[in-house]
């Protein structure tokens, strides 16, 4: 097995936390004040704010509210609401540097892992634990060993992104698993033992019109997924014709003919539908239509129980990935009028 799908657990060191604590806050979120917005140094990310955000609203009732959930005779599992990847993370590093400064979080295991042993051992430092597809046994493990000891764990959804400002996203379900067996172990030494699963929500609000950078981001989308622009789309029905067309291609590959004139809501529940029956027929399962969370929970277990069959293995892990890939896409409403005079997004 390679070194970067073997858990090691987290070594914290309380110095180097806070130390990165403040590289997190000044670095990565807020740059240096004076330098951030003075040509030609507000080009330099360092200097101002890789993330580039300037202030974070973190209300006190809110601050001590989350800081209550955690401490001594409490097991607390943080679950953030992600709309990105890499500043939210920053994010929810510095919300959790204010209530639980030695709680541990969750990262993908080609962080933790796979950058060499110089920069693990700098990883468990900072109290990061890899999340390891297939493999995440020993992380629970440890997250409840560690939540039980009074300091939070901050799960991070990695590889779930999605768009969806105006939505919170769903609850994780491993919060839950752990948190019933982090109250199962806590109160068989301890009856007064507490276990809370704080769902952590906030909202980026841009400070300035970003449509003009939005529309290069987008076509630099368009432009490596080879997806042709219509020249007459607003951005958002720029965006709807990305993952339409994406839609297609999966509806293609599944042997299906896409239907452009129906909602696209409709098409991924279709999808979503046959693949479900396929995968269920490959472990012997037949899901109902409200069943796919249990079938991709059955077809983990197959895999784990079945690594003989190099084909079925392939075949199985290609569908359960697909059905968990198209779940990420909430369902677009169908574009009107309205919705294609687009308002500026900015405050």
């Keep these: 097995m390679s070194r970067i799908d073997v858990f090691v657990a987290p070594r914290p060191n309380p110095a180097l936390i806070r130390i990165m604590t403040v590289v997190n806050r000044v670095v990565m979120l807020h740059g240096i004040p004076g330098f951030r917005d003075l040509l030609p140094f507000n080009r330099l990310a360092g200097l101002r704010g890789v993330a580039n955000v300037r202030h974070i609203e973190f209300p006190d009732d809110d601050r001590q509210r989350l800081k209550a959930c955690c401490g001594a ?3 607390t599992f943080i679950t953030p609401n992600h709309p990105e990847f890499f500043t939210d ?14 709680a541990a979080s969750w990262a993908t295991h080609g962080v933790v892992n796979g ?11 900072n109290n990061l634990i890899a999340q390891i597809p297939g493999n995440s046994g020993a992380a629970k493990e440890h997250s409840i060993a560690w939540a039980l000891k009074g300091h939070g764990v901050l799960l991070h959804p990695e590889g779930g992104v999605g768009w969806h400002a105006n939505v919170v996203g769903s609850l994780l ?3 839950v698993e752990m948190g019933f067996e982090a109250l199962k172990r806590g109160r068989a030494t301890d009856q007064d033992c507490r276990i809370w699963i704080a769902p952590v929500v906030w909202k980026l609000a841009f400070t300035k019109n970003v449509e003009p950078a939005l529309a290069q981001e987008c076509a630099y989308v368009e432009k490596s997924l080879k997806i042709e622009r219509r020249a007459a789309d607003t951005l958002p029905e720029r965006i709807h014709h ?9 509806e293609i ?5 896409p239907d452009e004139r129906a909602s696209y809501a ?6 979503l539908l046959e693949l479900s029956r396929r995968l269920g027929e490959g472990i012997s399962f037949d899901p109902g239509a409200n069943e796919i969370a249990e079938l991709l929970r059955r077809s983990r ?6 690594t003989g069959d190099a084909e079925r293995q392939k075949q199985v892990r290609t569908l359960a990935d697909t059905i968990q890939r198209l779940q990420r896409v909430g369902p677009w409403p169908q574009l009107t009028r309205a919705s294609r005079k687009r308002r500026s997004p900015s405050i």
């Design 266 to 271: 409709a098409r991924q529940t279709q999808l």
């Design 253 to 257: 590959a599944c042997g299906m003919a």
């Design 173 to 175: 379900p491993g919060a």
């Design 242 to 250: 990305v993952y339409a067309t994406l839609l297609s291609r999966d």
């Design 115 to 125: 950058l060499g042993r110089i920069m693990q051992k700098f990883w468990l430092a």
């Design 301 to 306: 277990r197959w895999l784990r129980e079945n």
């Design 89 to 102: 993370w920053m994010i929810d590093k510095e919300i959790v540097s204010q209530v639980s400064p030695l």
């Design 73 to 75: 005779g409490k097991a």
